[in-house]
């Protein structure tokens, strides 16, 4: 399936093996600024191109002994390049260099991934807010009716929410998509700031404009806020969705398997599970920008209390946003509609929807507001008890001596309720 795809392609970038595959290319680019600047041979360069290399096992081994995971990589990639050219590799850098360097180009490639999600997404949203344009829904409130609209207008909302995510992710990816090789408090004591420029243009990476021994959080912190916002729009969708399958409800249905069975006790039932699921999800990738924010706050030019943590929220979080992404893109493409429920739901209780036409119509006709409220206010309450609202209304004089037949049967049109939708679905016309 889509959905297993793709998360497997952000998992493979958030492996061991592509995590050091990451920092040996952030190591390669440095000695190319360095060549470029005539402090590497062209001879030694070739070499280390040629023969860097590392395996995650020895790494391992090594780590056990030194205990620090940037040094085992080191000393492994020396192993393999020889010690005539072990010397020029992470000259005059700190560890920060390497990781935080890496870990934007690891986001970057990640987020090239989200952001396809989120053009299907639209893609899909906007050709089922067309295709739904005119099909009469009823709008709520509080949960509660409220006034008639379209379904494709419900969609129409989504699809600008999902848009508008975009732009904000895409602006937080600009924000944390940046480099660092400014040596251990940024200051540049034993690497310039030229080795930087050219070797974050070689990763085609911005340098930051100041970092200290790291790329400070905050932006970390925004990048997970963009992706929480993600997860929330579509969790705010499934949710809808959920309540539109309900039993009394029943305007759209996940879609059902032929072999799908709902519950083991009750074979009539069919559950949104699916989207279920996207509502929990969501609250997962909430609690870890929760953690990223409080990554921001470290002790002087830096500690590690951030790593530990970095290490699994935002992994953990991207996968879960394309997981959510894919999945709510397949409920969507499946969705199953029903249209005469959503009409049918429009017209309970005598069109009690209709009301605030009526109440209009009244004051115009010379009550004033307070009086016209207070006479469809009762026939609209009557009607909620088990009545029906039009006949009320038709059995009022208060009413029928203001208003003709025609006046009072146009208070009933649904197509002047959704007369200006056209104006609102041209500003997506692109």
């Not at 906007?126 to 494709?152: L, P």
């Amino acid at each position: 399936m889509i959905d297993r795809y793709s998360r497997e392609e952000i998992k493979k970038i958030w492996d061991l093996e592509s995590k050091f595959s990451y920092y040996l290319k952030v190591e390669l680019a440095v000695c190319e600024a360095y060549n470029k600047l005539g402090q590497i041979p062209n001879k030694n360069l070739d070499e280390i191109k040629k023969k860097a290399s590392f395996s995650v096992k020895r790494i391992d081994e090594i780590e056990r002994e030194v205990r620090h995971d940037v040094i085992a990589f080191l000393t492994n990639v020396n192993e393999s390049v020889g010690e005539e050219n072990a010397k020029y590799i992470h000259m005059g850098l700190t560890s920060s260099d390497v990781i935080d360097t890496a870990f934007a180009l690891q986001i970057i490639d990640s987020s090239k991934i989200i952001l396809n999600d989120l053009d299907e997404l639209i893609t899909v949203l906007k050709e089922m807010a067309f295709r739904y344009k005119d099909t009469v829904c009823i709008g709520r409130s509080h949960g509660v009716h409220a006034e008639v609209t379209t379904f494709g207008f419900k969609l129409l909302n989504w699809l600008d929410e999902v848009e508008r995510a975009k732009k904000t992710f895409e602006f937080a990816l600009d924000e944390v998509a940046v480099g660092q090789i400014s040596g251990p408090v940024g200051t540049y004591s034993n690497v310039s700031p030229e080795v930087e420029k050219l070797a974050c243009e070689i990763l085609h990476l911005p340098p930051a404009k100041i970092s200290t021994q790291i790329i400070s959080r905050d932006r970390h912190a925004k990048f997970m806020s963009a992706l929480s916002s993600i997860a929330s729009i579509i969790e705010q969708f499934a949710t809808e969705i959920r309540h539109l399958q309900k039993t009394e409800v029943r305007e759209v249905e996940e879609g059902f398997g032929k072999n799908q069975k709902g519950s083991s006790a009750m074979p009539h039932k069919k559950n949104p599970v699916l989207c279920e699921n996207l509502c929990g999800l969501a609250r997962v990738v909430r609690s870890n920008m929760i953690t990223a924010f409080e990554n921001i706050n470290l002790w002087h030019e830096r500690d590690i209390s951030h790593s530990s943590a970095e290490r699994i929220i935002f992994p953990d979080s991207l996968i879960l946003v394309d997981f959510m992404l894919n999945r709510f893109t397949n409920v969507m493409k499946n969705l199953v509609v029903h249209e005469d429920n959503m009409l049918k739901n429009t017209q309970l209780y005598g069109g009690v929807i209709y009301s605030q036409k009526v109440l209009l119509k009244l004051v115009e006709k010379g009550y004033t507001r307070e009086e016209a409220y207070r006479i469809v206010q009762k026939h609209a309450l009557n009607a909620l008890n088990g009545g029906d609202f039009k006949q009320g209304l038709l059995g009022d004089e208060n009413i029928t001596s203001k208003l003709t037949p025609n006046e009072f049967n146009s208070c009933f049109d649904v197509n002047d309720y959704l007369k200006n939708i056209n104006t609102v679905f041209e500003r997506f016309k692109y």
